[in-house]
Antibody, heavy 117, light 108 residues
Framework: QVQLQESGPGQVQPSGTLSLTCGVS?????????WSWVRQPPGKGLEWIGE???????NYNPSLKSRVTISVDKSKNQFSLRLNSVTAADTAIYYC??????????WGRGTLVTVSS | EIVLTQSPATLSLSPGERVTLSCRAS???????LSWYQQKPGQAPRLLMS???TRATGIPARFSGSGSGTDFTLAISSLQPEDFAVYYC?????????FGGGTKVEIK
């Protein structure tokens, strides 16, 4: 069974760049899945950020598209999120997740990222 | 963008009761692309249902999903203590992928 684990700084300065990595174990990034990022502001609902496929395709939420990049590193079996020009509104728990033919069937445990100086 | 509206926002129920959660889409969603998730405090969401009515691996039979077009339902036949949580519907039919606002099922 695939397991996912987020890693990265827990705090980012306003106007800085949020960078997170999701390590994938127990499976390959080259399988027929989309590798996704979803976030959840404290006490609020879920928001899809975007996703990438191992062949280089990516889809992004239009609300974030100008600031976000999701990439896949097959050699390290991990995928990454970069979100530029962050503000306090980007403070959230960030989850990485695997999406197959249906919904997201595997999730990381999530990592809280706080935007603050 | 497909907007998913879940109702009610909160349900207060007792163990053993039957519960029905509603998810309404702003435009038609193919029933192959509607999923339900359960989220407990401090945990990641867990996939319950995909394709509107197909239980994910390990999900008990007391959970069932139905619906098509713009109206979908998640039912729990007899609430167990571990079922008190927030439930989200989500569509994979159109980009951007979207979630409903969630329904919290709390203990009465």
């Amino acid at each position: 069974q695939v397991q996912l684990q987020e890693s990265g700084p827990g705090q980012v300065q306003p106007s800085g760049t949020l960078s997170l990595t999701c390590g994938v174990s127990g499976g390959s990034l080259t399988s027929s899945n989309w590798w996704s990022w979803v976030r959840q502001p404290p006490g609020k609902g879920l928001e899809w950020i975007g996703e990438a496929y191992h062949r280089g395709n990516a889809n992004y939420n239009p609300s974030l598209k100008s600031r976000v990049t999701i990439s896949v590193d097959k050699s390290k079996n991990q995928f990454s999120l970069r979100l530029n020009s962050v503000t306090a509104a980007d403070t959230a728990i960030y989850y990485c997740a695997k999406r197959g033919g249906g919904g997201w069937d595997q999730w990381g445990r999530g990592t809280l990222v706080t935007v603050s100086s | 963008e497909i907007v998913l509206t879940q109702s009610p926002a909160t349900l207060s129920l007792s163990p053993g009761e039957r519960v029905t959660l509603s998810c309404r889409a702003s435009q038609s969603v193919s029933d192959n692309y509607l999923s339900w998730y359960q989220q407990k405090p401090g945990q990641a969401p867990r996939l319950l249902m995909s394709g509107a009515s197909t239980r994910a691996t390990g999900i008990p039979a007391r959970f069932s999903g139905s619906g098509s077009g713009t109206d979908f339902t998640l039912a729990i036949s007899s609430l167990q203590p571990e079922d008190f949580a927030v439930y989200y519907c989500q569509q994979n039919y159109n980009l951007p992928l979207t979630f409903g606002g969630g329904t919290k099922v709390e203990i009465k």
